[in-house]
């Protein structure tokens, strides 16, 4: 079968795939977005996965909740939770969560890193880095290079579980 897109994976309820390195100590960012201004949540958890909550906060747009996420593993699904979150329409629900799929490499989203996305990462070096090719930035310097592509390759083979 033919590898699912980023917007057939939304609409097939899966979680996007975050193919881009979290640096030195696998930092994410994980931003939630609400219909209504936010006026409280309690708290912010790993349901399940590896990694930790540094900080969690309504953001400087009210519809956001941003969570900082630190020691985010490679391959894996990672899943955050939102206590008691409140809004202006009064809305209210105990427990809110995302999911995310990390795969380091998996510029195509397919789930699996190889020549594909080796290949893809290649076609946009030296390119500047646009919102149409921003997942080919795979190191996360702001270039798109030898090292993208060197990460790519050393990656190659590995998949979600």
């Not at 960012?29 to 912010?44: D, E, G």
């Not at 894996?76 to 999911?99: C, E």
């Not at 702001?142 to 990656?155: F, P, Q, V």
């Amino acid at each position: 079968p033919r590898p699912l897109t980023m917007a057939a994976r939304r609409n097939a309820g899966l979680p996007a795939i975050e193919c881009r390195s979290g640096g030195a100590n696998n930092t994410y960012t994980l931003v939630f977005t609400f219909a209504n201004p936010l006026t409280s949540i309690s708290s912010a958890s790993i349901s399940s996965g590896t990694g930790s909550v540094v900080s969690s906060s309504i953001g400087t747009d009210p519809h956001q909740y941003i969570v900082n996420l630190t020691g985010v593993t490679n391959a894996q699904r990672i899943t955050v939770t939102l206590a008691n979150a409140s809004d202006n329409a009064g809305d209210f629900s105990a427990s809110v969560s995302a999911t995310m799929a990390v795969l380091i490499g998996d510029t195509n989203a397919d789930g699996l890193v190889n020549s594909g996305d080796i290949s893809q990462t290649k076609s946009q070096s030296g390119n500047a880095v646009t919102s149409q090719n921003f997942r080919e930035d795979i190191n996360t310097d702001g270039l798109i290079n030898s090292g993208d592509i060197s990460l790519a390759k050393s990656e190659s083979g590995t998949g979600l579980p």
